[in-house]
């Protein structure tokens, strides 16, 4: 009998040794997945270990390992101490105004626009100068071989003496039949254009920093529902949980309330990145080539109904459309160049004269010493190959093509002006939908929480209620500022200041 229960006892021995090996097997494997996929590296962490390990190196306290937090509850602590850090940088308030004068001021195409207009001014007074006239002066001295003849070279006056001599001459354009002035015509012209280009310049830069600005705007406002999300997940989590432990709610409503929770941090990832890349942009309009912590400052303006009348909107934008006004300048500088080239098959009529001294001379062979004469000179073509005919005809075609050009233009601005408008209106609508979308979204939140507390509801339907709700405030968010930047785009459509 005895020894029946020792093999009775050996056995049971067997069996929970088995067990035990089979649980520390599982164990190990276990901790082997674990180590196979390590956590991606925090730099944050890493630094702020660095710091530590730096400091204990100095004042040589007993070393301990830090250990990387895991847990969700840490995970969001460090990414509040990283948003706590940001908000304590230093920042600058930036209101929309402050955004177009900064971007005006300090955008390179802003000044790259300027810069060719003050050059294009500089042409047109190049042109002119063919209607000036032109003196020079000039002193010569010469030691030659008294009476000496040149033999060889151009054809010129061959004979040379000892001289010194001062004079001067001059030249001036008496008519070529309007070539010049066609010339000067479009120059001045092609400079209004210019100057057209600069300010619609200034007109796209002002553009894209109010859409920058609204965009960033927009982005903060998603991040912060995200991050309220996170905070109203947290809770219901942590109050499934406490449920749970207390055998209250199942296991599958903690596996709901834990997936709920990680989208949300999902959602806050990817709302954070937006804003802090809307920011990048905002700073690259305003010509900054370094970040700078900008707090927006909303202008909180009531919300107003687009221009109804879309027909005194096009007159509108065909009339004060600054690129527009500068593709007509160009056409008409296009058509006096035409012009110009034409009138090269003129006659060209200029004056001349010259006057001067030579007190060192031989005499013999100068009569008096001073010379001086005036005349005039016609200058008429007769045949150079077709070559003004060519080109009369060359400029005239690139006129019309000019010409058809700003028509293309302005098919484009009334379509453009139309398409904004009815952007705008369309914006406008979704904002009073979407506050009404959103008003219906925190309701039924409410009421599906109410359910679950009173256990009349699974945890699907409160999911189910906290995602409209969430996708129904950053609706709401997007609908606000989308109108604004359709409102300030249907104004830069319509030429006016966005």
């Known amino acids: 009998m005895a020894v029946q229960s020792k093999s009775i006892l050996c056995a049971g021995a067997c069996i929970v040794l088995c067990c035990l090996s089979s649980f520390a097997v599982a164990g190990a494997q276990d901790i082997s997945d674990r180590a196979s996929l390590p956590d991606a590296p925090q730099a944050r962490l890493m630094a702020q270990i660095a710091l ?27 990414m509040s101490a990283s948003a706590g850090e940001e908000a304590a940088a230093p920042t600058q308030k930036l209101t929309r105004s402050q955004a177009e004068q900064m971007a005006i001021k300090n955008n390179p195409q802003v000044s790259v626009a300027r810069l060719l207009a003050l050059a294009q001014h500089q042409v047109k007074r ?6 000036l006239p032109t003196a020079n002066a000039a002193i010569t001295a010469v030691e030659a071989e008294q009476a000496s003849r040149l033999s060889a070279g151009s054809l010129t006056a061959s004979r040379l003496f000892e001289h010194a001599g001062a004079g001067g001459g001059f030249s001036q354009l008496l008519t070529d039949f309007g070539r010049t002035r066609n010339l000067v015509a479009s120059s001045a012209l092609q400079e209004k254009a210019q100057n057209a ?76 990145n937006n804003a802090d890349s809307t920011m990048a942009v905002l700073d690259e309009v305003l010509g900054l080539d370094h970040q700078i912590n900008f707090e927006l400052i909303d202008d909180g303006s009531a ?51 010259t006057l001067g001294t030579v007190p060192i001379r031989p005499a013999q062979y100068y009569v008096t010493n001073w010379w001086g004469a005036i005349g005039v000179n016609v200058n008429i073509p007769v045949f150079n190959g077709f070559l003004y005919t060519a080109q009369a005809k060359e400029s005239s075609l690139r006129a019309q093509a000019a010409t058809e050009q700003t028509r293309d233009l302005r098919d484009r601005i009334v379509r453009d002006v139309r398409t904004a408008w009815l952007a705008a ?74």
């Open 303 to 353: 919300v107003q109904e687009p221009p109804p009348d879309i027909e005194q909107l096009i007159q509108e934008s065909l009339r004060q459309r600054p690129d527009l006004q500068a593709l007509q300048f160009s056409a008409q500088s296009a058509a006096k160049f035409s012009h110009a080239q034409r009138d090269q098959l003129f006659p060209s009529v200029a004056a001349s004269g």
């Open 126 to 131: 190049e042109t002119r100068a063919a209607e």
């Open 197 to 272: 280009n600069a300010v619609a310049t200034q007109y796209d830069i002002e553009l894209a920093a109010d859409q920058a600005f609204y965009n960033a705007l927009q982005a903060q406002e998603t991040l912060k529902v995200a991050q309220q999300n996170v905070t109203t997940r947290q809770a219901l989590q942590s109050q499934v949980n406490q449920m749970t432990a207390n055998k209250l709610k199942s296991t599958l409503d903690l596996s709901f309330a834990n997936v709920s929770l990680s989208q949300a941090k999902l959602l806050a990832l990817d709302a954070q």
């Open 52 to 78: 530590k390990q730096t400091n204990s190196s100095q004042q040589t306290p007993p070393v301990q390992s830090p250990q990387t937090p895991t847990t969700q509850g840490d995970a969001t602590s460090m």
């Open 425 to 498: 209106n369309t914006s406008y609508q979704k904002v009073s939908v979407s506050v009404e979308l959103l008003q219906e979204a925190n309701l039924g939140l409410k009421l599906a929480q109410t359910r679950y507390q009173m256990g009349l509801s699974s945890i699907v339907e409160l999911s189910q209620a906290e995602y409209q709700q969430t996708d129904a405030a950053i609706g709401n968010a997007n609908a606000q500022y989308q109108y604004r930047m359709a409102l300030a785009t249907l104004n830069y459509q319509i030429g006016s200041v966005p």
